[in-house]
T-cell receptor, first 111, second 117 residues
Framework: DAKTTQPTSMDCAEGRAANLPCNHS???????VYWYRQIHSQGPQYIIH???NNETNEMASLIITEDRKSSTLILPHATLRDTAVYYC????????????FGKGTLLTVNP | GAVVSQHPSWVICKSGTSVKIECRSL??????MFWYRQFPKQSLMLMAT?????????EQGVEKDKFLINHASLTLSTLTVTSAHPEDSSFYIC?????????????FGNGTRLTVT
């Protein structure tokens, strides 16, 4: 699996958009970009994933650059409950492919 | 949405005893489940891949005789920590994906906090 690089931490004001970057310059053509988050003492929560096109769901938007070497997770209106560690992971599709977690980005949403 | 249930959510045991952790996919079938371990202030580390009806695949450095995995059905995998020691105290998390939906993401249980005294 391709490795990813994320900032160690970020801050965001409540109500504002949180934009979390991720670099994955060695991504291969059949690898997807997945985003998960982990709130303290809980299991990771799936947020969104994509291959080439930008994706949006009820939680967030995922913007993938045309060369697929980087992506941005956007939380449009951050709340205090969005404070968590956010993981960007590159993985092959299919049910039997593992997720390899890096250190992620600690997003702190401030009042 | 896909739900993965883990039980128990926390357990305290004495050194030398064994502890079993259950991971269930509640509304889908999972041919493959993954077991992770997380120490304080660290990221999740994959321990093993649990395959329904066959032997689990363990990551390098994980003792298969100490961490017994059984995946007897499409909705249940168990991890047994045998002869537990205080250094086995950790947060154990399982994950699964819907084998019947192409490119379905992995979903995680809420973890089991194991404390060995």
């Amino acid at each position: 699996d391709a490795k990813t690089t994320q900032p160690t931490s970020m801050d965001c004001a409540e109500g504002r958009a949180a934009n979390l970057p991720c670099n994955h310059s060695t991504i291969s053509g059949n690898e997807y970009v997945y985003w998960y988050r982990q709130i303290h003492s809980q299991g990771p929560q799936y947020i969104i994933h994509g291959l080439k096109n930008n994706e949006t769901n009820e939680m967030a938007s995922l913007i993938i650059t045309e060369d697929r070497k980087s992506s941005t997770l956007i939380l449009p209106h951050a709340t205090l409950r969005d404070t968590a560690v956010y993981y960007c992971i590159v993985r092959l599709g299919g049910s039997n492919y593992k997720l390899t977690f890096g250190k992620g980005t600690l997003l702190t949403v401030n009042p | 949405g896909a739900v993965v249930s883990q039980h128990p959510s926390w357990v305290i045991c004495k050194s030398g005893t064994s502890v079993k952790i259950e991971c269930r996919s509640l509304d889908f079938q999972a041919t493959t489940m993954f077991w992770y371990r997380q120490f304080p202030k660290q990221s999740l580390m994959l321990m093993a891949t649990s395959n329904e009806g066959s032997k689990a695949t363990y990551e390098q450095g994980v003792e298969k005789d100490k961490f017994l995995i059984n995946h007897a059905s499409l909705t249940l995998s168990t991890l047994t920590v045998t002869s537990a020691h205080p250094e086995d105290s950790s947060f154990y998390i399982c994950s699964a994906t819907n084998a019947q939906r192409n490119n379905s993401p992995l979903h995680f249980g809420n973890g089991t906090r194991l404390t060995v005294t």
